[in-house]
């Protein structure tokens, strides 16, 4: 117990000392943090979902992260692509509570958290067909 205690605060000051990314993002939805938000991010559009889950009775703890294909220039103006998901891709999870927002928590958020999934390390998962497929 000490020691998660002990690496918990060393998490903490690290993240703390650790260069920000912030973007701004449009996001719909809200309950404690936004819930679906789209963002571009190195160059590539991102679309996070914290969605609710009525068998916990609670919102998902994680984002699934998805990303638009490259030809997605820009960030959609409206969350109309979430009634046709086939052009997302599943790259996989976050933690809410890996991002960063500002003190807002609705205008930007620090995007450095998504590096893991930019970085080549983590491998593009599934093409989702199915919108429940998460």
Known sequence: MVWRRITDRAEALVN?????????????????VPRYIVLRYNNRCFFLESPFDDAADDY???????????????????FGFLDDRNLL??????????????????KALDASALDRFSSGRQVLAERLSNPDNS
């Open 16 to 32: 703390a000392l650790r260069p920000r990314s912030w973007v701004r993002f449009r996001y719909c939805e809200f309950y404690d």
């Open 60 to 78: 998902s703890p994680d984002y699934v992260v998805y990303l638009f294909p490259e030809s997605v220039l820009e960030v959609p103006q409206t």
């Open 89 to 106: 891709t599943c790259i996989g999870r976050l933690p809410v509570k890996d991002v960063q927002f500002d003190s807002s928590v609705r």
